[in-house]
C-alpha cells in the first residue's frame, strides 16, 4: 500500500523557493561583476568615489557570496 503524506501550498510552494534562487543567483552574478570591475579602476576613479587602492583589492578579493 501506497502512503502519501498530505502537504498543503503553503508548506511547500515550489514557486516560491525557485524565485529566491533566482533572485539569489541573479545577486550573486551582479556582486561578481561589480567587484570585477572594482578590481580594474585606475586611481583617479578610486578618488572619485572615495576608497584607496587596498581597500579597492580587499572588496574585489571576497568571494561573491559574501556581502
Given at each position: 500500500?501506497?502512503?502519501?503524506?498530505?502537504?498543503?501550498?503553503?508548506?511547500?510552494?515550489?514557486?516560491?523557493?525557485?524565485?529566491?534562487?533566482?533572485?539569489?543567483?541573479?545577486?550573486?552574478?551582479?556582486?561578481?561583476?561589480?567587484?570585477?570591475?572594482?578590481?580594474?579602476?585606475?586611481?583617479?576613479?578610486?578618488?572619485?568615489?572615495?576608497?584607496?587602492?587596498?581597500?579597492?583589492?580587499?572588496?574585489?578579493?571576497?568571494?561573491?557570496?559574501?556581502r
Amino acid at each position: 500500500m501506497i502512503r502519501t503524506i498530505p502537504v498543503s501550498i503553503r508548506e511547500f510552494d515550489l514557486s516560491k523557493i525557485l524565485v529566491n534562487a533566482a533572485r539569489t543567483l541573479y545577486r550573486w552574478q551582479v556582486r561578481a561583476e561589480q567587484r570585477h570591475r572594482l578590481g580594474e579602476l585606475d586611481q583617479h576613479a578610486l578618488c572619485d568615489i572615495g576608497i584607496t587602492r587596498d581597500q579597492a583589492r580587499s572588496e574585489a578579493r571576497k568571494p561573491f557570496w559574501w556581502r
